[in-house]
């Protein structure tokens, strides 16, 4: 009950969400192509994509790269389904700075996981910041 005049001095600051809109930018659906359907019709020709919910565009966080496991197909590679790495969006975001996966050697894939874990595919790791 005490919250008269404070809120309102507050009021100038900049809101958060604006600044984090601008890192995030739309492409298009890499898993239908923009199309919006489920490009297999698994569970109808006229089901919606399952990567874009429909809308044929994909949101990205910035910087991203493109994905490897799937060659940017955002097709897991021998199914139908999205790909794991990338969620079927065909590119991944990273967190600069970047070095090349170490553990898959930059390609993206694993022979297990057809994925690579520590990179989500993408061939390119955050490098580790060394203090020394
Ligand atoms: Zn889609
Ligand atoms: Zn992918
Ligand atoms: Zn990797």
Redesign the pocket.
Known sequence: MAQKARAKTKATAKPKAVEEERKWVEMQC?FCQGTGRDPFGVMSVLSNCAVCGGMGTVRVKEPYVP??????????SFTRLA??????????HVEEPTETCPVCKGT?LDGLHL?CLRCH?TGVATAKTADS
Do not use: E, F, L, T
């Not at 994905?67 to 897991?76: K, L, M, Y």
């Not at 790909?83 to 991944?92: A, E, L, N, Q, R």
């Open positions: 890499a994905c490897r496991a799937c060659g940017g197909r955002g097709i897991q790909c794991m790495g990338c969620g079927g969006k065909g590119v991944s993206g994925y595919g």
